[in-house]
């Protein structure tokens, strides 16, 4: 496996299609961009054949350190990205461009040596996966661009110092990692008090919506099974989030999935939805409105009706982002337990039972 060190320093400069793959050395633009602007092409670059959306005026204020910034980003997502560990990063790209699947770098803001925005690695179109999505801070050391994305130590350190994190969310992320706020110490896979910091299913409350999965993995493969998935009911298919805290769109403006970070150490994830609500780092109350519940496949994967995949992530006191088990916590006053295989586990409220096919009204307490 190519270290990190190793990966960052390739000299290459590079390769970057549009944010639909147009011509190879086109640099894509986000909606609300003016002309997309060429650059240079190297097959060796650790961003060759990854897709990047930049806004020409982040572009303008990069200047010709983007392509550093770029690279430095890719090279962090190719060696985070669970099926692309251990290649180098061509061959990484190319294995995952054969299973038609794009490694995206989206710059969102910058300021004088800082950069923020989001990465993501898409899932396989042939399967109901999810994504591998990251947000990312990167900060100009000694002329290079030191890269870090959620889950590593510059990440970690980025937040502690960027003036491009808010007050609230570097608040939310930081007091938990200092046990500031409770921890998550005592729980475990039976206990049904868990702490999950007040979180609500991903509807209003008092409202229903019917369980179409009960609690499986991110990806629908391996991993903890941290995800439900909700269609139908009484709440007009209305997405809404689990708890206030900092939102991201993802996939960018009309996509459909959603990360939004809590207090308390948790954040929580929305994809498949339509008819989404663009944030960006922005601040959002309890409930707040992120979409419809739908069958969108931004970055990737597959959805045979409309619905909405919710997901549970926790921060660690390293500010190590990852999905977490469901099992044993409580969402929206329903404790939610495994089932034998993925999909079939259920939650329980007040001796009632919400299996897939059934109806749950979305409780505070």
């Known amino acids: 496996m190519l270290s990190k060190l190793s990966v960052r320093t390739t000299l290459a400069a590079l390769a970057i299609t549009g944010l639909v ?10 909606p609300d961009s003016a002309k997309p602007r060429a650059t240079p092409v190297s097959a060796t670059s650790p961003s060759a054949g990854v897709t990047v959306k930049m806004p020409d005026k982040v572009a303008d204020r990069l200047g ?23 290649l180098a990063p061509a061959k ?4 995952l461009a054969a299973e038609g699947r794009k490694v995206v770098v989206d710059v969102r803001t910058v300021s004088p040596g800082w950069a923020r925005g989001v990465a993501y690695v898409e899932a396989s179109r042939k399967a109901h ?7 990312y801070l990167a900060h100009r050391e000694n002329g290079r661009w030191v890269a870090g994305l959620e889950g590593d130590r510059e990440f970690a350190a980025h937040v502690a110092t960027s003036p491009l994190v808010g007050k609230t969310e ?5 007091d938990y990692a200092q046990r500031r706020t409770a921890p998550d110490s005592k729980a475990s896979p039976t206990r049904a008090t868990a702490n999950t910091g007040g979180l609500l299913l991903p509807w209003m409350p008092d409202y229903y919506m019917t369980v179409t999965g009960g609690p499986h993995s991110h990806t629908g493969g391996t991993g903890y099974w ?16 689990s708890r206030e805290g900092t939102a991201t769109s993802m996939c960018g403006a009309g996509g459909g999935w959603t990360r939004v970070i809590h207090p308390g150490g948790f954040s929580t994830d929305y994809y498949h939805m339509w008819n989404t609500t663009y944030y960006n780092g922005t601040s959002i109350g309890r409930s707040a409105l992120l979409g419809t519940i739908g069958t ?5 994967g597959s959805a045979t009706g409309a619905h909405v995949h919710w997901s549970l992530r926790t921060y660690d006191a390293n500010l190590v982002g990852q999905y977490t088990w469901l099992n044993g916590r409580t969402i929206g006053g329903w404790t939610w337990w495994n089932g034998s295989s993925q999909y079939t586990g259920c939650g329980t409220r007040l001796g009632y039972s919400g299996c897939p096919g059934t109806a749950i009204y979305n409780r505070t307490s």
């Open 170 to 174: 570097r608040k939310a992320m930081t």
């Open 21 to 30: 793959a147009t011509a190879p050395s086109a640099l894509a633009t986000s």
């Open 226 to 241: 941290s995800s439900l998935d909700f269609a139908g009911g009484n709440a007009s298919g209305r997405v809404r989030s």
């Open 64 to 86: 010709a350190g983007r392509k550093a910034l770029i690279d430095a980003v890719s090279a962090d997502v190719l060696s985070r990205s669970h099926d692309a560990k251990g």
């Open 129 to 135: 996966g999810q994504p591998e999505g990251w947000l």
């Open 296 to 300: 969108d496949v931004c970055a990737g």
């Open 92 to 95: 990484a790209v190319s294995k």
